[in-house]
Structures are given as C-alpha cells and as structure tokens.
C-alpha cells in the first residue's frame, strides 16, 4: 500500500505577485483614480492578467514590475471608462448633484496632496497613464514607450503637457 504525502503548501505560494509588486500595483491604482474599496479588484485583476499572460506560454517578462504597473495603468483608465458610462446613464436618469467646492482647512501637506490629486484626476486619460508611470512606478520613458505600444516622442510630449497642466493648477489653487 503506498502512501501519498503531501507538503503543506505556504500560503500565497502560488502567487505570482509579491507582497512589494501587490503594494506597488495598490498605489498605481490609487494614484491612477480608482477608489479604496476596489483596490483590491483591481489587484486581483492584475493578477489574473499575470497568471492568464504566463498560462499562454509567451515568452517570459523581462521586467514584471513594469508590465504589472502598465497593467495597473491601464485597469485604472477602464475604471474611468466604466465610471463614466455609469455617470451618463445616471444623468439620464436623475440630475446630478453639484459638486462640493469647499476645501477643509487642512496643513499644507495634505492641501498638496489633494491639489496633487484632483490635479491628476482631471488630467486626460493618456496624461495621467504616463505621470503615474513614470513619476510613480519609475519607468524610464523607453520602458513606458515599449510598454505603451506609443514613441518615445509621445511619451514625452504627454509628460511635458501634463506637467504644465498640473503645475498651472497648483499655482492657480495656490498650492505652490
């Protein structure tokens, strides 16, 4: 009679992403504009996109940081997509609130980190993927160009307009 032994597995084994690369993917996210209460979806969809690319049988990543942050990237530009989908048809449905303007008298780093926020938030789509990516995730314009599937000049350019945006908004809300 033969007897099977199994090894207790760890928890999280099988994993392909590491507690780092889970806290990076967070952060993108967050910074990308995707609410608190669906990080962890959007975690959790990175990594089915991770498991489901090496499933294929592709060839390997060279860098799975940087494919994981792009990815993050782009899952937070199709919340958005999503987001704004839901926002017409609610308008359809019922009048829209108007927006809360008032800004709590708060210290000076948390002002800066609001501007720096709504600043991001009202930044175009392929702005914002771009900032995050490289000012967050630090991805050097090449590795975002590849990554992006865009020239390097693009990169580039979205970097420059967006900085300009962004700047101009904290000098205007008088952050800076």
Known sequence: MAVVVRKARRPGADDPLDVA???????????????HADLQDGVQQVRLKLLEFR??????????AAWCAVVASNIAVDWHRERRRRERLDERLTALRPWD????????????????AQGLDALPLPQRQVVVLRFYADLPVAEIAEALGIP?????????????ALRARLHTDEVV
């Open 152 to 164: 390097e000049g693009t990169v580039k350019s979205r970097l420059h307009a967006a900085v300009r």
């Open 55 to 64: 499933a294929e049988g592709r060839e390997p990543l060279r860098s799975t």
């Open 101 to 116: 303007t008032e800004r709590p008298g708060v210290e000076e780093a948390r002002v800066l980190t609001l501007s720096v």
């Open 21 to 35: 690369l889970v806290d990076r993917v967070r952060a993108i996210l967050a910074l990308g504009g995707v609410p």
